[in-house]
């Protein structure tokens, strides 16, 4: 079974710093893997994604994640954080063996705080 | 740029009442999708849809549920006898089938539904 696991409830970084929020997958065959952010009170905004190829991805808004298969990761990064970054971050993984109609499956979202 | 709508973005129904759910996807888009977001947890897949047919339904997808695409644009989900625990915003999304971005499901802002 697809599972994603987002050990973090709360991340806080100052503004500036660096950020990083975890992400870990399980699936039974090649992970399609992708990140959401959801401002309040907003729809689920598609930041990036990985389906093949280069380990490092970039996306939007200075946003990057480095897929990592021997550890099942995928985590968010970026080099300096903005206040505007807060918001909830939803990693979410498809099952590449699976038809190409089929879900993807949302990990329990991980809160993004940037002080000033 | 081309994003998926939904209307209306609040409903608030009495328990046992119908609703319908309209959603119009992005234009050149064939797959079709329902995820919902109970208050605090996860999004959850409710439904598939592509080529007038549902791909892949979800427990939660039980019969007082069904997805129609009436006409060329719209996709719509009725709860024909809706239940306190149907509370939740729903999120329709939807994706092309072919290039580059095939993949990525793109997400509507959601219908927030309350059941009193």
């Known amino acids: 079974a697809q599972s994603v696991a987002q050990p973090e409830d709360q991340v806080n970084v100052a503004e500036g710093n660096p950020l990083t929020v975890k992400c870990t997958y399980s699936?039974?065959?090649?992970?399609?893997l992708f990140w959401y952010v959801q401002y309040p009170n907003r729809g689920l905004q598609f930041l990036l994604k990985?389906?093949?190829?280069?380990?490092l991805v970039k996306g939007s808004y200075g946003f990057e994640a480095e897929f990592n298969k021997s550890q099942t990761s995928f985590h968010l990064k970026k080099p300096s954080a903005l206040v505007s970054d807060s918001a909830l971050y939803f990693c979410?993984?498809?099952?590449?063996?699976?038809?190409?109609?089929?879900?993807?499956?949302f990990g329990s979202g991980t809160r993004l705080s940037i002080r000033p | 740029e081309p994003e998926v709508t939904q209307t209306p973005s609040h409903q608030v129904t009495q328990m046992g009442q119908e609703v319908i759910l309209r959603c119009v996807p992005i234009?050149?888009?064939?797959?079709f999708y329902w995820y919902r977001q109970i208050l605090g947890q996860k999004v959850e897949f409710l439904v598939s849809?592509?080529?007038?047919?549902?791909?892949?339904k979800s427990e939660i997808f039980d019969d007082q549920f069904s997805v129609e695409r009436p006409d060329g644009s719209n996709f719509t989900l009725k709860i024909r006898s809706t239940k306190l625990e149907d509370s939740a915003m729903y999120f329709c999304?939807?994706?092309?089938?072919?290039?580059?971005?095939?993949?990525?499901?793109?997400f509507g802002p959601g219908t927030r539904l309350l059941v009193l």
């Open positions: 999304a939807s994706r092309t089938p072919e290039g580059a971005d095939h993949e990525t499901q793109y």
């Open positions: 699936v039974s065959g090649n992970p399609y």
């Open positions: 990985y389906i093949t190829g280069d380990n």
């Open positions: 979410a993984v498809r099952d590449g063996a699976h038809s190409s109609a089929s879900k993807i499956i």
């Open positions: 234009s050149n888009h064939l797959y």
């Open positions: 849809f592509y080529n007038n047919e549902i791909s892949e």
